[in-house]
């Protein structure tokens, strides 16, 4: 999965001299995209994963989506299309000024510059 990433993490990045890290995302962090009456939200990173799970609870359902190959994405939505299935494609937004950075080796939290 790739993510633009805002200006402050460009300097810190460039230091990091490692190709991968681990995104912590929030389920607040994530906007479902493309169904109608659904918030765009600020979320300018679009992420296409395919359904694998979905568990509706009392006033909301957890949805998890594998994005590429080895990538998952679980997420907590209010309100989500009632026909949406498992195989089904998703479209979410990331609002990446919130996401954190981890290192996949030691698992320290980078700091943006």
Known sequence: MALTMPGQWSRALE?????????????GMVVQKGRPGASEGQAENEVVGVVEDLQPLVGETIVTLKVGSQTWLSTVFQEVDESLRAGQAMRVGIDVEQVRLFDPDTEQVLVAA
């Open 15 to 27: 230091g990091y001299g490692k190709e991968q890290v681990v995104i912590g995302v929030r389920p």
